[in-house]
């Protein structure tokens, strides 16, 4: 199928199992979602799905781009993907082949989806501190980004430190061993997609006669004189030819005969170049054979794909390069150690200060968007635990998020009283605050209006709509107040096409906006006062729609 999607706010409404959320994963899948051979239609070889984006100048995702050598002459980028059933992943950006790792990091500022992962993401203290971190100010980003670069130096050099101290007897062996490997793997002299390559040219020479014969044969039935089609067609068109001005419809079959005259005297020819350039060459074959189970061999070691054996000699590589040391190492690391702990330290204390400024700053935030959502005396709050001078790759803080819904209520973790309609409400309330400086060009909201109705529904379908005016929404619902505060409507159905599952995407219309929506109301049974219902709805929506603009 072919979506084009608008600015704005975007509802993609239908039956649960309709489809919507294969919609989803092909997204995912265009900015770097790991990828699966289940996501293939039974009977097919392999899956395509591209996508074309129009990205702000200003998108931090050029720089990306840039570092990969990727060409972008304008603001628009062109993502496909490939997977087919052996396995293979081929990613491309503005046809370059790139890596799904590549292709993830130019993902992130593309599109973000927000769904039960999200819901998952919030029930996880740990994940906490990077959620809160999110909101705070390029400064604290940049200190941040320096903790985390010195703290995986740190992590490395006590790595290394243990590895000596622990394993100096097996140093030497393994260092053997990785130089065996990157020998073995290095005079293979890898390509990669070779492998695929060879076993398509093997094909070619071990079904040379075949395919001689073949292409003879077809040019003996085309060509050969007397008996030949386009001998016999010849004399067709010349008869046509004769009475061809005395009916438009024997004018009409001249032209058809005659096109397929000349059409079948070029299949000749092309048959003909292609019988005087066929060459078999024994050796090659026999090369090809030996190439093959040189690289089946090293795929059985080190794969199983030739992509991942040389990603295993690449890291072979770096792994021999840090293990490959001198009689000082152990001392040097020593005091390299003591000296990156005091550095993490006092920064870490630096960039504590910050985040409990952070912190102060989303509660009230937070609080400001929940009650915009119908939780007028619930009170959002984020605790801290220092960790005593101790490191985490995130400082020396320790955090999560408090929530207590009632008046006369204590505060109590999240992950412990929200419901699943609360939920919802405050993972779109952090989602309102960052819309406005979110380096994102498309937000997904998928199902996240789960467990609400009424008037709270109204209230993220609102919010929702707020979100739309800085960012691309897409909103898969079941809610019809959130369906109408859309821009626009797409449905999704299933159908069955010559014993194939298939699935539909309309655009609706206005009218068909009223019918979608009354079924969201009524359910199967649609009547006249729900279509005055599903109408009344859309028009509030609008006047909705001109208040928050």
């Known amino acids: 199928m072919q979506i084009d999607f608008h600015d704005g706010m975007t509802a993609l409404t239908g039956e649960t199992g309709a489809g919507k959320s294969i919609i989803i994963d092909a997204l995912g899948l265009l900015v770097g979602s790991r990828s699966s051979i289940d996501f293939i239609r039974t009977g097919q070889e392999q899956l395509n799905v591209q996508g074309l984006f129009e990205v702000k100048s200003s998108s931090p995702l050029f720089a990306i781009l840039d570092e990969y050598g990727i060409a972008h002459d304008d603001n628009q980028i062109i993502i496909k993907r490939e997977i087919n059933r052996k396995g293979r992943n081929v990613c491309r950006i503005n046809n370059e082949l790139v890596k799904t790792n590549v292709l993830r990091q130019a993902g992130r500022f593309l599109v973000e989806i927000h769904g039960q992962n999200q819901q998952q993401e919030l029930l996880n203290e740990d994940n906490h501190i990077n959620i809160l971190d999110r909101f705070a100010d390029d400064k604290f980003q940049n200190d941040l980004l320096k903790y985390q670069g010195l703290f995986s130096d740190y992590l490395d050099k006590r790595s290394r430190l243990r590895t000596i101290q622990k394993n100096s007897q097996n140093l030497v062996q393994r260092i053997d061993m990785l130089k065996f490997q990157i020998e073995e793997i290095d005079s293979a002299k890898l390509v990669v997609g070779e492998d695929d390559k060879l076993e398509d040219e093997k094909n070619q020479l071990s079904n040379f006669e075949k395919i001689s014969s073949s292409l003879q044969e077809s040019y003996r039935g085309l060509s050969e004189n007397n008996i030949g089609v386009v001998d016999a067609l010849g004399n067709v068109r010349d008869q046509l030819e004769d009475i061809m001005d005395y009916d438009n419809s024997y004018k009409e079959l001249y032209d058809s005969i005659n096109g397929a005259y000349y059409q079948l005297q070029d299949n000749a020819a092309t048959i003909s170049d292609q019988l005087d350039n066929l060459d078999f060459d024994e050796n090659r074959l026999d090369n090809i054979q030996k190439r093959l189970i040189t690289l089946?061999?090293?795929?059985?070691?080190?794969?199983?794909?030739?992509?991942?054996?040389?990603?295993?000699?690449?890291?072979?590589?770096?792994?021999?390069?840090?293990?490959?040391?001198?009689?000082?190492?152990?001392?040097?690391?020593?005091?390299?150690?003591?000296?990156?702990?005091?550095?993490?330290?006092?920064?870490?204390?630096?960039?504590?200060?910050?985040?409990?400024?952070?912190?102060?700053?989303?509660?009230?935030?937070?609080?400001?968007?929940?009650?915009?959502?119908?939780?007028?005396?619930?009170?959002?709050?984020?605790?801290?635990?220092?960790?005593?001078?101790?490191?985490?790759?995130?400082?020396?803080?320790?955090?999560?998020?408090?929530?207590?819904?009632?008046?006369?209520?204590?505060?109590?973790?999240?992950?412990?009283?929200?419901?699943?309609?609360?939920?919802?409400?405050?993972?779109?309330?952090?989602?309102?605050?960052?819309?406005?400086?979110?380096?994102?060009?498309?937000?997904?909201?998928?199902?996240?209006?789960?467990?609400?109705?009424?008037?709270?529904?109204?209230?993220?379908?609102?919010?929702?709509?707020?979100?739309?005016?800085?960012?691309?929404?897409?909103?898969?619902?079941?809610?019809?107040?959130?369906?109408?505060?859309?821009?626009?409507?797409?449905?999704?159905?299933?159908?069955?096409?010559?014993?194939?599952?298939?699935?539909?995407?309309?655009?609706?219309?206005?009218?068909?906006?009223?019918?979608?929506?009354?079924?969201?109301?009524?359910?199967?049974?649609?009547?006249?006062?729900?279509?005055?219902?599903?109408?009344?709805?859309?028009?509030?929506?609008?006047?909705?729609?001109?208040?928050?603009?």
């Open 296 to 549: 089946d061999s090293l795929k059985k070691k080190y794969g199983p794909t030739l992509d991942e054996v040389i990603d295993f000699g690449e890291k072979a590589h770096r792994e021999l390069s840090e293990i490959d040391i001198d009689d000082n190492t152990e001392a040097a690391l020593e005091k390299d150690i003591a000296d990156s702990q005091t550095e993490l330290i006092n920064l870490g204390k630096e960039i504590s200060k910050k985040r409990h400024k952070t912190a102060t700053a989303l509660e009230k935030s937070i609080n400001h968007q929940l009650k915009d959502l119908y939780m007028p005396n619930a009170k959002f709050g984020v605790s801290f635990t220092s960790l005593d001078e101790s490191l985490s790759v995130n400082g020396i803080d320790q955090i999560h998020f408090d929530l207590k819904t009632n008046i006369g209520e204590d505060f109590k973790p999240l992950v412990r009283v929200a419901s699943g309609g609360e939920l919802s409400r405050v993972i779109l309330a952090f989602e309102a605050i960052i819309a406005e400086k979110m380096n994102v060009e498309t937000i997904v909201f998928d199902e996240i209006d789960t467990g609400v109705s009424g008037r709270v529904a109204q209230a993220i379908g609102d919010k929702i709509y707020k979100v739309s005016q800085f960012l691309q929404v897409l909103c898969i619902t079941h809610l019809p107040q959130v369906a109408a505060m859309s821009d626009l409507q797409f449905e999704i159905e299933k159908e069955t096409v010559k014993d194939k599952t298939e699935t539909k995407v309309s655009l609706l219309n206005d009218l068909q906006r009223i019918e979608a929506i009354s079924l969201m109301l009524a359910g199967t049974k649609v009547t006249d006062l729900t279509r005055q219902h599903a109408q009344e709805l859309l028009e509030l929506a609008q006047g909705e729609q001109k208040r928050l603009d």
